[in-house]
């Protein structure tokens, strides 16, 4: 990978809705567990109140009740695909490499570069792509993606050739 990049974006960081956007591009069914779990802990307390106010000496412990809505809620929010991005940006931020990305096609990959690293990710790597919303998604693995957004590019039109180009490249490489 030593000439010079065809397409190139201009700098720019991953924000929450790409990663929303990645989020809905994923399998999730792993997480309707969560949501069934969220519902049984609700139904586990509901059942817990109504037979404790049925014996004979009526008791509430309303702080094991609190715990158990808490814990509830909490599931339910570890299910939702925005605070998953939200927590995913969160500690992003945090490590660091995190920083402004510029995206460049070559021949034979995808050069990715920001000012504390370069990655060059040759065609063959790429599992598939996926171009929704205004963003490319192109996928290492099934979960693993870089996201280049509409906005990463001056024009529409720069937008539209570096996908094709990307399309064009993995669709030649990939066939069955």
């Not at 994923?26 to 997480?31: A, E, G, H």
């Not at 998953?84 to 920083?99: C, I």
């Amino acid at each position: 990978m030593s000439e010079e990049p065809r397409l190139q974006s201009k700098p720019f960081n991953v924000d929450l809705d790409d990663l929303v956007a990645l989020a809905g591009q994923v399998d999730q069914s792993s997480m309707r567990w969560f949501r069934r779990g969220a519902v049984a802990i609700l139904l586990l307390v509901a059942v817990t109140v109504v037979l404790e106010q049925s014996i004979e000496r009526p008791y509430v412990d309303w702080m094991l009740v609190g715990v158990g809505v808490f814990c509830a809620f909490g599931t339910l929010m570890v299910s939702s695909v925005r605070f998953r991005g939200w927590l995913w940006l969160k500690f992003a931020r945090r490590r660091p490499l995190h920083g402004p990305q510029t995206y460049a096609l070559r021949s034979d990959g995808l050069l990715v570069s920001g000012a504390k690293g370069k990655t060059e990710v040759p065609w063959t790597s790429v599992h598939h792509v996926a171009l929704e919303d205004g963003r490319l998604f192109v996928f290492l693995s099934e979960r693993l993606a870089f996201v280049v957004p509409r906005r990463a590019f001056d024009s529409g039109a720069e937008f539209a050739a570096f996908t094709a180009t990307v399309q064009q490249q993995w669709k030649k490489l990939h066939r069955l």
